[in-house]
């Protein structure tokens, strides 16, 4: 079975400081993994994705992710944090790509404030 | 790029009352839809999953009768929320996939209210 941890429901930054938002995963089998961002009351947004290409994964609005095997880690940083940035953030596991029985498996969320 | 469009974006309905919700693949064809439900300040709960033309495969603890889920064309998946009840207000979000580049997009979410 495959499960995503997001260590910090809550991560308070300054403006321009460095944003980490930690994500570790578990799978029986190679993964794909996201990161989606959630304004309130909408949908989401996807981050970026590493589906087994190049370790280092950069997506939009300047973050990027780096996928550790070793540490069965994925998470996602910003070297400058802007106000804008203050959203929830989920990582996501695919079981199975995507295949036709794949499905996508949440972390629980972290909700990043970034402070003037 | 890949739009999901659902709709509606808000609805309060009375108690004992149905709701549809629709998702639609704008600009690509999505075999296989999701619907997920979210609680304040929680993360999204996958309730099934909808195959195109066969029955939605519901996860554990969803009742199936109570969240009826069609998924009768390439780009159009519904959710009837039936005999609603204020424990049934909550955040439902559709999503679909996609072969190829697109992968997974969600759509913007709707915010059901029972009254």
């Known amino acids: 079975a495959q499960s995503v941890t997001q260590l910090g429901s809550h991560v308070s930054v300054s403006e321009g400081a460095l944003v980490l938002l930690r994500c570790n995963y578990s799978s029986s089998v190679p993964p794909y993994l996201f990161w989606y961002v959630q304004y309130p009351n909408q949908g989401l947004q996807l981050l970026l994705k590493y589906t087994s290409a190049a370790t280092l994964v950069k997506g939009i609005n300047g973050f990027e992710a780096e996928f550790k095997k070793s540490e069965t880690s994925f998470h996602l940083t910003k070297p400058s944090a802007h106000m804008s940035d203050a959203a929830e953030y989920f990582c996501?596991?695919?079981?199975?790509?995507?295949?036709?029985?794949?499905?996508?498996?949440f972390g629980s969320g972290t909700r990043l404030s970034i402070r003037p | 790029g890949a739009v999901v469009s659902q709709h509606p974006s808000w609805v309060i309905c009375k108690s004992g009352t149905s709701v549809k919700i629709e998702c639609r693949s704008l600009?690509?064809?999505?075999?296989?839809m999701f619907w997920y439900r979210q609680f304040p300040k929680q993360s999204l709960m996958l309730m099934a999953t909808s195959n195109e033309g066969s029955k939605a495969t519901y996860e554990q603890g969803v009742e199936k009768d109570k969240f009826l889920i069609n998924h009768a064309s390439l780009t159009l998946s519904t959710l009837t929320v039936t005999s609603a009840h204020p424990e049934d207000s909550s955040f439902y979000i559709c999503?679909?996939?996609?072969?190829?580049?697109?992968?997974?997009?969600f759509g913007s979410g709707t915010r059901l209210t029972v009254v």
């Open positions: 999503s679909a996939r996609a072969e190829g580049i697109y992968g997974y997009t």
């Open positions: 600009d690509f064809q999505a075999t296989t």
């Open positions: 996501a596991v695919s079981n199975q790509g995507y295949s036709s029985a794949s499905k996508i498996i």
